[in-house]
């Protein structure tokens, strides 16, 4: 594999484990009070997923974005 894939594919996984633990933290801290409101819920899996999803898709892309922006180009 490239190593500019490897880099690629890395930083995303990083970045995306910091957004799935920020959103586990936003439940455990229950702020604004959405977990209690996605229990409450008919169908808690759905608004899960799309937390969860957004956030590691979020996380992913600015942490790879960083990591692009901070690397010195001499690999």
């Known amino acids: ?6 880099f690629l594919l890395l930083n995303a996984a990083i970045g995306s484990g910091l ?3 920020v959103a586990c933290g936003l439940l455990i801290a229950d702020i604004d ?4 409101l996605i229990r409450a819920s008919a ?5 899960l997923v799309l937390l969860f999803v957004g ?11 960083g990591a692009i922006m901070l690397a010195s180009g001499k690999r």
């Not at 594999?1 to 490897?6: G, T």
């Not at 956030?55 to 974005?65: K, L, Q, R």
Request: net charge neutral; charged share 5%; glycine share 10%.
């Open 55 to 65: 956030f590691a898709v979020t996380f992913g892309s600015a942490y790879v974005g």
């Open 19 to 21: 957004g799935v633990a």
């Open 33 to 36: 009070h959405i977990w209690t």
């Open 43 to 47: 169908d808690p899996w759905v608004p």
């Open 1 to 6: 594999m490239p190593p500019l894939i490897k």
